[in-house]
């Protein structure tokens, strides 16, 4: 099995075994742009401006060619691939064919998190969190870390909401589930991706609280507050500081069923681009 992972830095693998390639710094790129929207037909020469734009028209067709040829040989480590034959050109087409023998680690994790299951029993949101446990284990980093073209940055931003949909739904799960603690370390990694998302900095504040934990929520308010307002100079959101304030007086007890409704809300109702403050 040949397994590309691009979720960090661009690897290659082959049972395991890391592949050291020599592809170039614009190769790796154009390898990674075919791995990522492979099955798709490109054309030849957007590809070549894409990646060798900077050069002259014949040095640049050059290079598209060897880095080609290096993409077709690193295929080869697997036998099944028989010569990197799923790397097809066409006249003034490529296409990188998928492979039962191929597997990308960011095509895996998008189908995982998108895959959907409407739990009916107990077992069935035990299933929910085992397939989002392990989705998550795989997402490494960003897409293609340290790279910055504009199609990568695109397919970073892509990824990284895919996550916090998937984290947000296994805060959810467990929440539901009454496992406060692992909704609680849920929440805490969604906030290490994306500090500033202050409906699950809510969400976590509950949870503390939840887990009777109370103190810790409004320590955890405090310094929240103080960073938000040192890093983008705003306060939070008036229903954060009205949670706050129900936790601190004790009124968070009265409100809890409708608190907790709120919280187990489906991760579509809740999460939005990376960034933003709902």
């Known amino acids: 099995m040949l397994c590309v992972r691009m979720l960090g830095v661009l690897t290659v693998s082959v049972d395991g075994r890391r592949i050291n390639d020599d592809l170039g710094p614009a190769g790796r790129l ?43 040989r690193l295929l080869a480590h697997e036998p099944r691939s028989e010569g990197g034959r799923n790397l097809q050109t066409h006249g003034a087409e490529i296409v990188l064919e998928r492979a039962p023998w191929l597997t990308i680690d960011t095509h895996c994790f998008a189908s995982a998190v998108t895959q959907r299951m409407e739990p009916r029993s107990a077992a069935d949101v035990a299933a929910r969190v ?78 503390f609280v939840l887990n009777g934990q109370r103190g810790k929520a409004l320590i955890h308010y405090e310094q929240w507050r103080t960073a938000i307002l040192a890093e983008l100079g705003v306060d939070p ?42």
């Open 30 to 72: 154009l390898s990674g742009y075919l791995f990522e929207y492979s099955d798709h037909v490109h054309r030849r020469e957007r590809l070549v401006e894409m990646f060798w734009g900077r050069l002259d028209p014949d040095r640049a067709r050059a290079a598209f060619n060897t880095a080609l040829w290096r993409l077709r």
């Open 130 to 207: 085992s397939l989002l446990e392990s989705a998550i284990q795989n997402y490494a980093g960003p897409f293609l870390d340290g790279e910055d073209a504009d199609w990568i940055l695109e397919e970073r931003e892509r990824l990284h909401t895919l996550y916090v949909r998937a984290e947000s739904e296994l805060m959810r799960c467990y929440g539901t589930n009454e496992c406060y603690e692992d909704a609680i370390a849920a929440a805490r990694r969604i906030l290490v991706a994306d500090p500033f998302r202050e409906s699950v900095f809510r969400c976590l504040a509950l949870l």
């Open 237 to 278: 959101m008036p229903q954060t500081v009205r949670l706050a304030e129900d936790i601190r007086s004790g009124k968070v007890f009265d409100k809890m069923d409708a608190l907790k409704e709120q919280l187990f809300r489906r991760p579509e109702a809740t999460v939005t681009n990376q960034g933003s403050r709902v």
